[in-house]
């Protein structure tokens, strides 16, 4: 692998117990924050870390704590860690993540919130518990009936701390941090830092190392020719996004970025179920094993890689159309990164993100970095798909149509032409192809979820894509003598004029031009773009269609 410098986590000081459960989770190396917080975290001095949702700060500030588990001799009575949480979700999803990392050194967690019976909290803790995962309210109430005791706390993090702010909860983390020990280490993050937090890490901090994702400059030339889109959808809806997203792009060849080298597996397995030639590649496997899949990739036998980024890292393949983040990366240069496997040497290419809502604060720190807009848009919709797909058939036929290569099949339609309308014939020959082109949709809507962008002055949603317009015939002079299929033509219009592959209309191929209709209000982008282009390599003429026919 190149610029394989990589620290890893056992280089860190982390615990070999640590070390080899993130190996099971197939974690293949530190996150940014995670490398920049987990030395000072477990040389105990307080820290304050700008970090969002999904650059892996939960582990950054869960590793130091547990290790200091794994280092307490005898009896462990009371809570040694404390973290506190906005939200009832994030209580149980911190606590999932604490409980998987510190499996093996029989770490006991417990999330408490609001909602649950005191009881059943009271029996747990009465059991003994190592780390609790809190919202502050009902932290609170349990300080106050008597029935939390912090003598044993070591750690404090504040998780998210502007929204628990935001949430009103600037009381109630005053009275908890005061009920703590004094010589308690003291963690907060906050994917921002107003001034608000500042005050709180003044007054309870010592002497806090302070950790902001060191920006990298971007990459030269990384990502101008990448049309970069974003779909907010829920994660259990994340492989139909998925499959929906490859079949309206039919890349040439996709990547699709994965965090776990297991997510890698486990998305392979079932893009394979699903029909799609997938490969997997992460740092788990052996370099033959690798290098088979590359080739694979390279001589188009496969054409759909899950990668992790380590493994995929300085990948170059000239056949890569798009590059696809089933994960919003955990870091905004992890995603110049993985985006820089396409669009190179002057080719177009197309960047896809699936983000959960709770992730809208990642991509617009990746569009700061990037200096770029993402554009946020609606998934397609299954008669988006359905469109798509008959349309691809058309030109598909019309090719053939076009072509002397169907004169074998005459006498099949002549023996059925005694019999039906020959319409009716070709009618169920489309209805066979389209079905040849992937059977039919799955009849599955995916639930149109707006990212949550919290700011009034924030960034809009890009408008659904309405009925369409007034379409435009745009003449470009290569056809199928070039080697022109109509996956060329969405590829050169969507990535060239960055407009969205759904809003192309027609396409017809002929030996020599073709003729594709793009909506009138894009027609002149689309022209210009092309013109400044190639196709398949080439320069060909573009212009309006003026001929009214092909
Ligand atoms: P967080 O920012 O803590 O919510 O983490 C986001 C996601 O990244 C979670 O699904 C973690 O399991 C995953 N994750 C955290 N650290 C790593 C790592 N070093 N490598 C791969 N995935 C990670």
């Known amino acids: 692998m190149s610029e394989s410098t990589s620290i890893g986590f056992a280089e860190l000081g982390l615990d070999p117990r640590l070390v080899d459960a993130l190996s099971t989770l197939g974690y293949e190396e530190p996150t940014p924050i995670q490398r920049e917080t987990i030395p000072p975290l477990l040389d105990a001095r307080d820290l304050v870390g700008q970090a969002a949702t999904g650059t892996g700060k939960t582990a950054a500030f869960a590793l130091p704590l547990l290790q200091r588990l794994a280092e307490r001799k005898g009896e462990r009575p009371t809570p040694s860690a404390l973290v506190l949480v906005p939200t009832r979700e994030l209580a149980m999803q911190v606590a999932e993540a604490v409980h998987r990392y510190g499996r093996a050194l029989g770490a006991k967690v417990l999330p408490i919130y609001g909602g649950q019976s005191f009881g059943q909290q009271l029996r747990v803790l009465k059991r003994g518990v190592d780390v609790v995962v809190a919202t502050p309210g009902r932290a609170l109430d349990h300080i106050n009936r008597g029935t ?320 369409r317009g007034d379409a435009a015939r745009i003449y470009i002079g290569a056809g199928r003598k070039a080697g022109i299929g109509p996956g060329d033509l969405v590829g050169a219009i969507a990535g060239e004029a960055g407009i969205s592959g759904r809003s192309i209309g027609a396409i017809d191929i002929t030996d020599r031009f073709c003729i594709v209709e793009v909506p009138e209000e894009v027609a002149d982008q689309v022209i210009d773009a092309l013109r400044a282009s190639t196709i398949k390599g080439k320069k060909v003429t573009v212009r309006r269609d003026r001929g009214g026919g092909s």
Do not use: W
């Open 148 to 467: 939390l005791s912090f003598d044993g706390l070591e750690v404090v993090v504040l998780d998210e701390a502007d929204e628990m702010l935001d949430m009103g909860f600037a009381d109630d983390l005053e009275a908890i941090l005061g009920a703590t020990p004094e010589e308690r280490q003291t963690v907060l993050f906050s994917a921002t830092m107003p001034g608000r937090i500042a005050t709180i890490a003044k007054r309870h901090l010592k002497d806090p190392v302070q950790v902001r994702i060191s920006r990298e400059p971007l990459p030269e030339g990384a990502s101008p020719q990448v049309r970069q889109t974003a779909y907010v959808v829920p994660r259990a809806q994340k492989l139909t996004a998925l499959g929906r997203v490859l079949d309206m792009e039919s890349p040439e060849a996709a990547i699709v970025f994965c965090r776990t080298r297991n997510q890698v597996d486990e998305l392979t397995e079932k893009l394979n179920a699903h029909g799609y030639r997938a490969e997997a590649l992460h740092g788990g496997m052996t370099q033959d094993q690798r290098d088979r899949v590359m080739s694979k990739l390279r001589s188009g036998s496969a054409d759909l890689l899950a990668a992790t980024d380590v493994a995929a890292r300085g990948l170059d393949v000239s056949r890569l159309t798009h590059v696809i983040n089933y994960d919003v990366p955990s870091a905004p240069e992890s995603y110049v990164h993985r985006i820089g496997r396409v669009g190179r040497a002057g080719r177009e290419g197309v960047a896809i993100t699936l983000a959960e809502p709770r992730e809208h604060r990642q991509l617009r720190s990746i569009e700061q970095l990037t200096k770029r807009k993402i554009q946020v848009d609606r998934v397609p919709t299954v008669a988006d798909l359905r469109a798509r797909r008959l349309e691809l058939v058309r030109a598909s036929l019309r090719e053939t149509l076009l072509g002397d290569d169907a004169e074998g099949y005459r006498v099949v339609v002549e023996s059925l032409a005694d019999e039906f309308d020959p319409i009716q014939v070709a009618m169920a020959a489309v209805k066979l192809a389209q079905e040849a082109t992937g059977g039919e949709v799955e009849e599955v809507e995916i639930s149109d979820v707006a990212p949550e962008r919290e700011q009034p002055g924030g960034r809009k949603r890009a408008a659904r894509k309405g009925a």
